[in-house]
């Protein structure tokens, strides 16, 4: 039932009334009466008894006779729901989206070639009997004895857990080795896999699709890669060998390349886009297209991580450490976590791409649940940009003030020549806006606003002191330490960064990219390109020049992934750059004896993912570990933790403040304890809302924000 109580968080069985029998079928949704209230519900298996003693009740109503929910779905779900200490109800509100009769009623096109038929199952035969009703499917739960799988962070074998099972399918993961004289994917197409030859092990990881077999595959994109293109050739081999593909990614541009390449690879009427930005109708549709087998490909942001694709033979996701693949409603699930235990739970191939890597996807290679895809070092060196940080010594004896200056000239030098060269210039800010965060020009005092002590910023050159927490007006601002009235910038912006640039390349058209307008892409001549990190448009022919400024406004961040993150983000930008033989050149505003300036200068983001997994093992942080977040008000936090009946290898760290006077604790324990905290969380919060506790308690189990 539709009812998120973790003391509900079960089937409830309920009587089919004969005149529904042929119609109820496992995956359609009804209405029953739960309490003396009708509530909505999932019909998720039909039985000819039940175990339950007492009387039963009968179904109220069919809401519809399309089942929407598969039984692979619903397992998911279940798995899910127990990995994130969270409920069915919850995680099955994202899976499926509301229902749209009309889109319903609309006459279904007929399967596109290839596609899997019989798709829709068949109405059950026989008479009325009972029906489980929300939960998993029957009473049993779809995981093993041995607990939901660890999916992205690997085997619960990483610590060393004795008697915990691995990850990997009892077949094992096929090789993604390439093997002399092999046929090329599809029976010999020759120009299939022809991006995919960079890379020593692409070809054969394209074979073993095409071939049926469950690849696992960590791939390190080259710089100036057609990404959507090598997500295309993936898919196009899987749907060769008869099965289907779920592909995400992090936002709406990405999905636009990938949608287009597919496209121009499959033809039209292959796949189907699925996104929560798209209407009601639209998503409803396409959802139905997967549901129904029309399509054997789905692809979109994390909305499709539950995409109900028939006979799933490939999940694939790129760049897993953008935050927006992080689902923000409970129980808070990672589209990289969803992904990989679908591919557990139904033996589909995993790839997992971007330019950086995680931790978490290191970590899937160092207990060799999958294999890596990386270049060797002459391709690397051929395709990557000539980087150049400004805070080495030979550097600063060149030019001293390199170490304070915000554009020292180092990247002055690298913007003229690339505008001289005709070609375009791109400018990484890490914040937007004009003068996002001021100070007093006196004592240097960050200015605060004087009712809520929220950071003041400046919107243009002639505007007043604003607050960005409360938007209140400080136009009559006195400094509370000195008295003085004069601000300076203490962050600059992206709006006031092409102000300036603008007039140091006087005739050079600038180019803004951002939140209130984020460009697709931009000719490839002369021009200045200032953009915030994720909205960096496409040069045709790539960039002559990337410049990365205030690279401390990113390592500095009190997080647990700022290195990783920083590293992200500019691994992302310098990847638009032309290759160094072409005169491409990236210049990093940053101190070249830093990890992450070391990995963007060597292009080996597996060496820092590496690095980081290692301290992360050593300090006890995700993913060597598994924590968990509890946030709320302290009495309520402090009343769950003593009804959880936590592992004994559980460690409580805290408290800590949280926003709206609430206060965070962290409970962390080994990773084959995993299962064990969900567990007990959820039985703690179900003792709580069996009782009506007043105050809730938000429980986030690796959470992308730790500190």
């Given at each position: 039932m539709d009812v998120p109580l973790a003391h509900l968080d079960r089937p409830f069985d309920y009587l089919v009334p004969a005149e529904l029998a042929d119609q109820a079928r496992p995956g359609t949704r009804v209405r029953v009466r739960f309490a003396g209230q009708l509530v909505d519900g999932w019909l998720l298996d039909r039985a000819e008894l039940s175990a339950h003693d007492g009387r039963l009740s009968y179904l109220e109503r069919l809401v519809s006779p399309e089942p929407v929910l598969t039984p692979e779905i619903?397992?998911?779900?279940?798995?899910?729901?127990?990995?994130?200490?969270?409920?069915?109800?919850?995680?099955?509100?994202?899976?499926?989206?509301?229902?749209?009769?009309?889109?319903?009623?609309?006459?279904?096109?007929?399967?596109?070639?290839?596609?899997?038929?019989?798709?829709?199952?068949?109405?059950?035969?026989?008479?009325?009997?009972?029906?489980?009703?929300?939960?998993?499917?029957?009473?049993?739960?779809?995981?093993?004895?041995?607990?939901?799988?660890?999916?992205?962070?690997?085997?619960?074998?990483?610590?060393?857990?004795?008697?915990?099972?691995?990850?990997?399918?009892?077949?094992g993961p096929a090789s993604v080795e390439g093997t002399a004289g092999a046929e090329s994917v599809a029976g010999g197409t020759g120009s299939v896999d022809a991006g995919w030859r960079s890379y020593p092990a692409g070809p054969g990881f394209l074979r073993a699709l095409a071939d049926g077999r469950p690849p696992r595959a960590v791939w390190s994109a080259l710089p100036g890669e057609d990404w959507p293109s090598r997500f295309a050739e993936a898919a196009a081999a899987t749907v060769r060998s008869g099965?289907?593909?779920?592909?995400?990614?992090?936002?709406?541009?990405?999905?636009?390349?990938?949608?287009?390449?597919?496209?121009?690879?499959?033809?039209?009427?292959?796949?189907?886009?699925?996104?929560?930005?798209?209407?009601?109708?639209?998503?409803?549709?396409?959802?139905?297209?997967?549901?129904?087998?029309?399509?054997?490909?789905?692809?979109?942001?994390?909305?499709?991580?539950?995409?109900?694709?028939?006979?799933?033979?490939?999940?694939?996701?790129?760049?897993?450490?953008?935050?927006?693949?992080?689902?923000?409603?409970?129980?808070?699930?990672?589209?990289?976590?969803?992904?990989?235990?679908?591919?557990?739970?139904?033996?589909?191939?995993?790839?997992?791409?971007?330019?950086?890597?995680t931790a978490e996807s290191r970590l899937l290679v160092e207990t060799g649940w999958a294999k890596e895809i990386v270049a060797d070092r002459s391709t690397l060196r051929a395709r990557t940009p000539r980087i150049t940080p400004t805070?080495?010594?030979?550097?600063?004896?060149?030019?001293?003030?390199?170490?304070?200056?915000?554009?020292?000239?180092?990247?002055?030098?690298?913007?003229?020549?690339?505008?001289?060269?005709?070609?375009?210039?791109?400018?990484?800010?890490?914040?937007?806006?004009?003068?996002p965060a001021v100070a007093c020009a006196e004592c240097r005092a960050p200015a605060r606003c004087p009712h809520c002590s929220g950071p003041l910023a400046l919107r243009s050159a002639s505007g007043t002191p604003t607050c960005r927490w409360c938007a209140r007006v400080a136009a009559g601002y006195a400094c509370p330490q000195c008295a003085g009235r004069r601000l300076r910038a203490a962050v600059v912006g992206a709006r006031r960064t092409a102000e300036e640039l603008g007039r140091a390349f006087p005739g050079v058209p600038v180019r803004t990219s951002g939140r209130e307008e984020v460009l697709r892409s931009v000719p490839g001549e002369a021009g200045l390109v200032i953009a915030t990190p994720g909205a960096e448009p496409v040069a045709e022919g790539g960039y002559g020049a990337v410049l990365l400024l205030d690279s401390w406004a990113l390592l500095t961040r009190a997080d647990l992934r700022a290195g990783e993150e920083a590293l992200r983000r500019w691994l992302a930008a310098a990847a638009l750059a032309r290759p160094g033989p072409a005169g491409g050149r990236v210049v990093v505003v940053a101190d070249g004896s830093l990890a992450p300036v070391q990995a963007l200068l060597r292009w080996d983001p597996g060496w820092f993912a590496g690095r980081e997994l290692a301290e992360r093992r050593e300090l006890g942080f995700p993913p060597a570990a598994r924590m968990a977040s509890l946030t709320g008000v302290a009495a309520a936090v402090a009343e769950l933790l003593d009804e959880a009946r936590l592992p004994p290898a559980a460690e409580v760290l805290g408290p800590v403040p949280a926003p709206d006077g609430q206060e965070r604790m962290l409970v962390r324990v080994p990773r084959s304890r995993a299962a064990a905290l969900a567990a007990a969380l959820h039985e703690a919060a179900a003792l709580r809302t069996a009782r009506k506790a007043g105050q809730p308690v938000r429980i986030q189990v690796d959470p992308q924000d730790i500190f």
């Open positions: 619903a397992r998911l779900a279940r798995a899910v729901a127990d990995r994130y200490a969270g409920n069915l109800a919850d995680v099955l509100r994202l899976a499926v989206p509301p229902r749209h009769a009309r889109v319903e009623r609309e006459a279904a096109p007929p399967p596109a070639a290839g596609t899997h038929a019989g798709a829709e199952a068949a109405a059950p035969q026989g008479s009325a009997g009972p029906a489980s009703v929300e939960g998993a499917a029957g009473s049993e739960s779809p995981v093993s004895a041995a607990g939901p799988p660890e999916s992205a962070a690997g085997p619960a074998s990483v610590e060393g857990a004795a008697g915990s099972e691995s990850p990997v399918s009892p077949s099965r289907g593909v779920v592909a995400v990614v992090a936002d709406a541009r990405d999905l636009e390349r990938l949608d287009a390449a597919l496209t121009g690879l499959l033809g039209t009427g292959r796949h189907v886009a699925l996104s929560a930005a798209l209407g009601p109708a639209r998503r409803y549709r396409a959802f139905l297209a997967a549901s129904r087998g029309r399509v054997p490909v789905v692809i979109g942001t994390r909305a499709a991580m539950f995409a109900p694709v028939v006979d799933l033979g490939l999940v694939a996701i790129w760049d897993d450490g953008d935050d927006l693949h992080a689902e923000p409603r409970a129980p808070y699930p990672h589209a990289r976590e969803v992904l990989l235990t679908r591919a557990q739970l139904g033996d589909a191939a995993v790839l997992v791409g971007g330019y950086a890597r805070g080495d010594d030979p550097q600063l004896a060149r030019d001293p003030a390199a170490a304070s200056a915000r554009l020292p000239s180092l990247a002055w030098d690298a913007a003229r020549a690339a505008l001289k060269s005709d070609a375009p210039v791109l400018v990484q800010v890490p914040r937007r806006g004009y003068l």
